[in-house]
């Protein structure tokens, strides 16, 4: 036992039964998983056209909407158009059509959704990762009554029930969604796709000021001049990338063995590691081996072996790496994951800490 187990973990196969996402998925469910994690996220492929979600908001946290392509090793290769709607006011939503890999940042209390995957090729399965920077996810729904009357609800890990068995919590199965949807599809009187989403389209025509495109990224192709990885790469880099973002991390697709970064700390903020398969819609082919080390100082380090998509934890003031690719069978995405608005560390050079960030004055 090493003293640092609880804070790598090995992601588990999630079978599931949502209608247009791919099984297994990953899943880093936060502290259902981890203790203490600040981070709420998925890695889903998308490989059918889909209606999900309806306007809610998070109330005090941000969170990212996640939208690229399955296949890493070719990250711009993408074949699929999505409509999503955002907005601070519910009944004026602006809509925006997605045509490349792109991020969306969600501000504590803005409303987003639906997200419409319009056009999806099969052959090319995209990703919609929702990153909610909270250790438990929550949303609040918003519903009006025939007089106009606004009731909010809250909704959570932890807080909803089984649809089919009410003596157990929700595991976000996606079993009643999705037979839900096959009976309303078998319906000739349902309302179709379309005509669910007339109000929202409607909303969107009259609302064309754009407003919110600033918290639209399309993500920009980071050409690599070194030979350890696939180029170009996708990434997003905090405030450099959007004003008021908290997040900064890449997707390195680590092509060859390798090391990777030098000894470091981070004195303020922690820091994940996510290692998974090169292509989301087959998250487990993971055939590599990775040596990291974790200590409470630089003299000090236990070495942890992974061979399996995994979750490593570094709360602040832990030193960590260089990441050591032992062996590699096939690519894989290494994804380092900073929730800060800018990148710093505290390295060790010479007897001296030396703190090194892209937020240091420009000579």
């Excluded at 306007?55 to 946290?61: D, G, L």
């Excluded at 079993?175 to 909303?203: G, I, N, Q």
């Excluded at 008021?244 to 000894?263: A, N, P």
Aim: with cysteine; charged share 30%.
């Amino acid at each position: 036992m090493g003293s640092y187990d609880d804070l790598v973990f090995t992601i588990p196969q999630e079978f599931h039964h949502w209608y247009g996402f791919v099984a297994p998925r990953g899943f880093f469910r936060g502290t259902t998983m981890m203790k203490d994690a600040k981070v709420y996220m998925d890695w889903s492929a998308v490989d059918k056209s889909m209606i999900m979600e309806v306007p809610h908001t998070h109330h005090c946290a941000d969170e990212y909407l996640v939208f690229t392509t399955a296949d890493m090793k070719n990250f711009f290769d993408w074949d699929a158009e999505v409509d999503v709607w955002i907005g601070e006011d519910p009944e004026n939503l602006e809509m925006y059509t997605l045509t490349a890999p792109t991020l969306i940042r969600i501000p504590p209390k803005f409303y987003h959704c639906p997200v419409h995957f319009r056009k999806i090729n099969p052959e090319k399965p995209i990703v919609f990762s929702a990153v909610y920077l909270d250790g438990d996810w929550s949303k609040i729904g918003r519903k009006v009554d025939a007089e106009g009357n606004e009731t909010f609800t809250y909704d959570g890990a932890g807080v909803r029930r089984c649809v089919k068995d009410r003596t157990k919590e929700c595991i976000y199965c996606g079993e009643c969604f999705s037979a839900a949807r096959k009976e309303r599809m078998k319906t000739a009187m349902a309302p179709r796709d379309d005509e669910w989403l007339r109000p929202y389209h409607e909303m969107a025509a009259r609302n064309q000021e754009r407003k919110w495109a600033k918290y639209v990224h399309p993500y920009v192709p980071e050409y690599l001049d070194d030979d350890r990885y696939i180029s170009p790469r996708g990434g997003f880099h905090g405030k450099e990338s959007m004003e008021g973002s908290k997040l900064w991390y890449h997707y390195g697709i680590v092509k060859r063995e390798c090391e990777i970064g030098d000894l470091h700390m981070h004195h303020a903020v922690e820091e994940y590691l996510f290692f998974t398969g090169a292509d989301i819609a087959r998250f487990f082919d993971f055939d590599a081996e990775i040596e990291i080390e974790l200590g409470p100082d630089p003299d000090h380090l236990e070495k942890y072996t992974i061979t399996e998509p995994t979750a490593v934890r570094i709360p602040a003031g832990v030193w960590h790496g260089p990441v050591k690719i032992k062996r590699l069978g096939a690519p894989i995405n290494f994804e380092p994951f900073y929730p800060n608005g800018s990148y710093g560390k505290i390295v060790y050079r010479d007897g001296v800490y030396v703190y090194e960030g892209n937020d240091l004055p420009q000579k």
